[in-house]
């Protein structure tokens, strides 16, 4: 563990994020207990080395740290404060981490009561991309006391890259919400704009690559668009999930009245494509609705179905 003992985890889970969050746990040589509603999910994980528990307490038994990278605050308070959940489990002294995009509100409630019993809590969610959570560069942006966050910043760098620290609890979660609808946002608008220029006739590998290089880029069309060019639009991140965090981040516009104009009208336009495509379908798809509209695909040879460190640059 880049030269710090060897700390006792348990991960709570194990989906497009949590898994290989967890892997890199598990090959760093942590010891490392994994739970999830669904086994198979810890099939890599298994063979690789780490242990299973078919409940929340097995994974808690005598952690040092126990994770959670759940898909919706309704899933982490079921898990964390529910019935012989993670409170009722993890011992004085230990340590929570939230890797959950969640509201911030009820993140604040669950480190107060998890302070109540003696549990450090800290919330650690990510940013960056699926490909980057597998190779282990992965953004962690940090909420919560700095004397937590010192104390498992070993067990952070091997799971992520960058290590932000963002302040008070509350905080890592606003800014997480904020770059999710910055990158939903920032989709939809790659996909108008090249559309436009589909539409007018110019080449789709010459679009792309104009974006790239120009003060129209964005994360978004680095990545996301390749897997629009390719037609696989398989990011890993159903828009169910892209509906969950866009509702956060109009929860927190109302609480600060603060008018989210482009967020709103996204929000719509996605609920749109959940209506035509499936709650399960992936982000990208959201570009089908523009593509079925003017009766032309945006494909191009030799973009990629999926990305890795390597191709997403």
Same mark, same amino acid.
């Given at each position: 563990?880049?030269?710090?003992?060897?700390?006792?985890?348990?991960?709570?889970?194990?989906?497009?994020?949590? %898994?290989?969050?967890?892997?890199?746990?598990?090959?760093?040589?942590?010891?490392?207990?994994?739970?999830?509603?669904?086994? %198979?999910?810890?099939?890599?994980?298994? %063979?690789?080395?780490?242990?299973?528990?078919?409940?929340?307490?097995?994974?808690?038994?005598?952690?040092?740290?126990?994770?959670?990278?759940?898909?919706? !605050?309704?899933?982490?308070?079921?898990?964390?404060?529910?019935?012989?959940?993670?409170?009722?489990?993890?011992?004085?002294?230990?340590?929570?981490?939230?890797?959950?995009?969640?509201?911030?509100?009820? @993140?604040?409630?669950?480190?107060?009561?998890?302070?109540?019993?003696?549990?450090?809590?800290?919330?650690?969610?990510? #940013?960056?991309?699926?490909?980057?959570?597998?190779?282990?560069?992965?953004? *962690?942006?940090?909420?919560?006391?700095?004397?937590?966050?010192?104390?498992?910043?070993?067990?952070?760098?091997?799971?992520?890259?960058?290590?932000?620290?963002?302040?008070? #609890?509350?905080?890592?979660?606003?800014?997480?919400?904020?770059?999710?609808? @910055?990158?939903?946002?920032?989709?939809?608008?790659?996909? %108008?704009?090249?559309?436009?220029?589909?539409?007018?006739?110019?080449?789709? +590998?010459? *679009?792309?690559?104009?974006?790239?290089?120009?003060?129209?880029?964005?994360?978004?069309?680095?990545?996301?668009?390749?897997?629009?060019?390719?037609?696989?639009?398989?990011?890993?991140? !159903? *828009?169910?999930?892209?509906?969950? +965090?866009?509702?956060?981040?109009?929860?927190?516009?109302?609480?600060?009245?603060?008018?989210?104009?482009?967020?709103?009208?996204?929000?719509?336009?996605?609920?749109?494509?959940?209506?035509?495509?499936?709650?399960?379908?992936?982000?990208?798809?959201?570009?089908?609705?523009?593509?079925?509209?003017?009766?032309?695909?945006?494909?191009?040879?030799?973009?990629?179905?999926? @990305?890795?460190?390597?191709?997403?640059?």
């Amino acid at each position: 563990m880049k030269g710090a003992r060897i700390m006792k985890i348990g991960f709570i889970g194990l989906g497009s994020l949590g %898994e290989p969050l967890a892997m890199n746990l598990v090959s760093s040589g942590s010891d490392v207990t994994v739970t999830d509603l669904n086994k %198979e999910a810890a099939n890599r994980l298994l %063979e690789a080395g780490a242990k299973w528990s078919d409940n929340v307490a097995g994974a808690c038994r005598d952690a040092e740290v126990v994770i959670t990278a759940l898909p919706s !605050p309704a899933a982490s308070r079921a898990v964390v404060e529910g019935d012989d959940g993670v409170f009722d489990n993890l011992s004085p002294g230990a340590t929570w981490i939230e890797m959950s995009t969640t509201d911030f509100e009820d @993140l604040q409630r669950l480190t107060d009561l998890a302070k109540e019993k003696g549990i450090d809590a800290l919330e650690c969610p990510v #940013t960056g991309g699926v490909h980057r959570a597998h190779s282990g560069l992965i953004t *962690i942006l940090v909420g919560g006391e700095e004397t937590i966050y010192d104390k498992v910043k070993p067990v952070l760098e091997i799971m992520g890259g960058e290590i932000l620290y963002m302040g008070p #609890t509350g905080h890592a979660t606003v800014v997480k919400v904020v770059t999710n609808m @910055l990158a939903f946002i920032n989709l939809v608008a790659a996909s %108008e704009g090249m559309m436009l220029a589909r539409k007018y006739g110019v080449d789709m +590998d010459a *679009i792309w690559k104009g974006i790239r290089h120009s003060s129209g880029n964005s994360f978004a069309h680095e990545t996301e668009s390749k897997l629009i060019l390719s037609g696989s639009y398989n990011v890993n991140f !159903p *828009i169910d999930l892209v509906l969950k +965090d866009l509702g956060l981040a109009q929860g927190i516009a109302d609480k600060t009245g603060v008018p989210l104009e482009l967020g709103s009208v996204t929000q719509q336009i996605y609920r749109r494509a959940k209506g035509l495509f499936g709650g399960n379908a992936q982000s990208p798809e959201v570009a089908r609705m523009i593509e079925q509209a003017c009766g032309i695909e945006m494909r191009a040879e030799g973009y990629p179905v999926e @990305l890795t460190e390597e191709n997403a640059g």
